[in-house]
């Protein structure tokens, strides 16, 4: 049995909270509502209420961050200077998709429909647990996602990317 998100142990001293993970597809319903997982919602700290940040990700899904991790997110954004074109630009247009929702009593959320458009969400979303947040895919595109990157692909990637955590 996996801890709940309120758990954790110490690695290195640095605190291990059980994360985002697996995939999970559920219907939409035509007022853009869909079951959070239930999997997924054992994961939650106690601390995120139930509430959550969606905003558009950086691929063409939506990002669905708990409160308690959203808070993180925008300590990080907080330190981005404001001073530069570079800075300004990339907390805005990160920002300005980004909306407050909280679970209902149904454990559902409600996508709203700029997000769901955007994201191509129409009678069925998929959950992607990805650590810290979770992604809300379109069959469609997840499809063309994966479709882009073959299993050698995949491995050359992981392997630089690994290999790049050695270095910190």
């Avoid at 209420?49 to 300590?75: H, S």
């Avoid at 409600?110 to 009678?123: C, F, H, S, T, V």
Wanted: aromatic share 12%; glycine share 4%; hydrophobic share 40%.
């Amino acid at each position: 049995m996996f801890p709940n998100r309120s758990q954790y142990s110490i690695n290195a001293g640095f605190p291990i909270v059980a994360s985002f993970k697996g995939e999970y597809d559920n219907a939409v319903d035509n007022k853009g509502r869909v079951c959070f997982p239930a999997r997924l919602r054992k994961y939650l700290s106690p601390a995120a209420q139930e509430r959550f940040t969606i905003l558009k990700g950086l691929e063409k899904c939506l990002y669905l961050y708990p409160e308690d991790r959203w808070m993180e997110v925008e300590a990080k954004l907080e330190r981005v200077n404001s001073f530069t074109k570079k800075g300004r630009t990339v907390v805005r247009h990160f920002l300005r998709s980004a909306e407050d929702l909280s679970l209902d009593n149904q454990n559902r959320i409600a996508i709203p429909a700029k997000l769901r458009e955007w994201a191509g969400i129409n009678d069925k979303a998929i959950f992607i647990g990805s650590g810290d947040r979770i992604e809300v895919w379109s069959p469609d595109h997840l499809s063309e996602e994966d479709e882009q990157l073959d299993f050698e692909s995949y491995q050359e990637l992981f392997e630089s990317v690994m290999i790049d955590l050695d270095k910190i």
